[in-house]
């Protein structure tokens, strides 16, 4: 079985800060793992993705997440972020071949002026 | 004209009523998903299919049936609604071959009094 945890519920940050969600998933075979991003009223859209490769991945709105396979982590993050990234950030997991994906619990970033 | 959509939007229906939510999409994916969304659960999958005659069940299926109408159509029916099922229930589909990503419909709330 496979889990995934995002260890903050709500992080608040001023605008311009840097933020970092945090992301751990449990699996003992190779994953793929995503971000995805809702925001209020809205599905989930993508935000970026690690299939394989290069271990740091970007967005195009200026996230970036790197894959340590060792902490078995994929932590999100941006150095300066925007009242427009208020949000809901979720985590996923999927163990390549499994079919399907496995969601963390969501962190809601909440951007003050 | 959205991707994927879903019908109804919004909903209040009663414990014990019959429900379909209605899900489409343009997009010529032959993977389906149905999603429920609970505050601080994240989103956990009902069912999957990944073609009209391959229907899976994922975490939490009880209480929960759906039809695969054709590659385009995934509906997903609450036989007798009960307060529990009272969330925001997504639907998603996916392409393997065009890089793994879930393309999310807008949701439906289901309120079940």
């Known amino acids: 079985a496979q889990s995934v945890t995002q260890l903050d519920s709500q992080v608040p940050v001023f605008e311009e800060a840097p933020v970092e969600l945090r992301c751990n998933y449990s699996s003992s075979v190779s994953v793929y793992l995503f971000w995805y991003v809702q925001y209020p009223n809205q599905g989930l859209q993508l935000l970026l993705k690690y299939l394989s490769g290069s271990t740091l991945v970007e967005s195009i709105n200026g996230f970036e997440a790197e894959f340590n396979k060792s902490q078995t982590s994929f932590h999100l993050r941006k150095p300066s972020v925007h009242i427009s990234d208020t949000a809901e950030y979720f985590c996923a997991v999927d163990r390549t071949g499994r079919r399907a994906l496995t969601f963390g619990s969501g962190t809601r970033l909440q951007v003050q002026p | 004209d959205a991707d994927v959509t879903q019908t109804p939007r919004n909903r209040i229906t009663k414990t014990g009523k019959r429900i379909m939510l209605e899900c489409s999409q343009t997009?010529?994916?032959?993977?389906m998903y149905w999603y429920r969304q609970d505050p601080g659960l994240g989103l956990r999958l009902i069912y999957y299919?990944?073609?009209?005659?391959?229907?899976n069940k994922g975490e939490i299926s009880d209480g929960y049936s759906v039809s695969r109408q054709a590659q385009a159509k995934f509906s997903l029916s609450l036989e007798s609604a009960i307060p529990n099922q009272t969330a925001l229930y997504f639907c998603?589909?996916?392409?393997?071959?065009?890089?793994?990503?879930?393309?999310f419909g807008p949701g439906t709330r289901l309120t079940v009094t």
């Open positions: 998603a589909t996916s392409d393997p071959r065009q890089g793994w990503e879930q393309y």
């Open positions: 299919s990944f073609d009209v005659k391959d229907i």
């Open positions: 997009k010529g994916h032959d993977r």
